[in-house]
């Protein structure tokens, strides 16, 4: 029941199923579901919810609390969650003293449950110190995070420069691990003590259960989480558990990045480039030649590249220090450096972020909303690619597409439905 109560709470799931095979070979259903336990970051949206839910109570927020307007949490980017996490963090008293008098002088019945529930509960309000104590720690994880997030979803991040952002963002995390927990306690108890509320954890006491202790146990080996202080059972079950998923989900996403530094460290830059010694360079661009291929073909020829590279190493410029640079340059060599130059369009075609697939889907937003319902996937299709390609379209003809668009229904006119429209083709702009 327990369970069923924390997905029934959680309202939003995901069912998951696998047959694992047991050490007698016989398939076994696993039934997993998964949820988000809602509750901190509920919190924060049951706040803006109430504050927004009309102009009465949106009038309360800005005279009593004026400042950082509160912000719905982001459904689709966690980093981008703090913004909603910011107002809360520095105007908690405010916000609380606002909720105060909606609890006391609401019109709304509902809106007063609302607001003495979030004012003054132990469990589901801001008027608890483990509330306060998430608060400064998703504010300083989700800090770090927004700050490289942007970073690396610029259009001309490259991959250099994205690893050594996401190499510093997990030694922060890393560090925030050993060091984070006393010094958000230290925060969060003065934000508890301005807004009058004890700086002390609130632990549920559980339910004793004795374990019969099994022929040869050790007795130091008893289950001792019963006797953990509230506070360490947070720090351990909270604080730990947050941050070292969030440095496992990074390592993942960095061990990838070392992966293409690996094969394409060498070109990342004109130092690293002029720093390394023939032998290294060599054996570099056998590296490169191997990783490229497949059945037996290459895109390069890895002793031909050490050939250019060497040469190309005397003739950059200074000015020149990032492979985008070097590919610029390249470009106006018309064709002097072959294999360098395939080279370097691979290394600069590896994703960084998928910024850009989130970028066409705004473009999706603004092309296919509530006026425009009913719209044709082929007309969408067409409008998109025109929305997202905006620079490439503004170079097109014009007069020759309406040219070439009117030769297409006169031959539609003409022939009838057997001419199509694969007859009409960018292949003959």
Known sequence: MIIVKKIQDAKYFSVILDSPPDVSRKEQLTFLIRCVDVSFFGIVQRIYTLFASSTNNWEVYQEMVNGTSLKPLSQTRWESR?????????????????????????????????????????????????????????????????????????????????????????????????????????????????????????????????????????????????????????????????VDQAIVSLEVRFEQFQYYEEIFGFLFGLKKLKSAGDDELMVSCMKLEASLKHDGNSDIEGKDLFVELKLLRGVLPKEITKAVDVLEFLKRMDGCYPNTWIAYRILLTIPISVACAERSFSKLKLIKNYLRSTMSQERLNGLALLSIEQDLVETLDNSKLIDDFASMKARRIIFGDSCTDDAFSFDNM
């Open 82 to 242: 703090i913004d909603s996490v910011k107002p809360i963090r520095f105007q908690a008293s405010k916000i609380r003293d606002a909720l105060f008098y909606l609890a006391e002088l609401s019109d709304n019945p509902g809106h007063r449950s609302e607001a003495e529930s979030l004012a003054v509960s132990e469990t589901h309000g801001i008027g608890r110190f483990e509330f306060l104590f998430g608060m400064v720690i998703w504010y300083d994880l989700l800090s770090a995070f927004n700050i490289i997030s942007k970073t690396i979803q610029s259009e001309d991040m490259d991959l250099e420069v994205a690893i050594a952002q996401l190499g510093g963002l997990v030694g922060y995390l890393k560090d925030y691990r050993e060091t984070g927990f006393q010094k958000a306690k230290g925060e969060a108890t003065e934000i508890a003590i301005q807004m009058d509320i004890e700086p002390a954890f609130y632990k549920k006491p559980k339910r004793l259960i004795k374990k019969k202790k099994q022929f040869g146990e050790d007795a130091e080996h008893v289950d001792q989480s019963n006797t953990l202080s509230a506070e360490e059972s947070f720090r351990i079950e909270y604080f730990i558990n947050i």
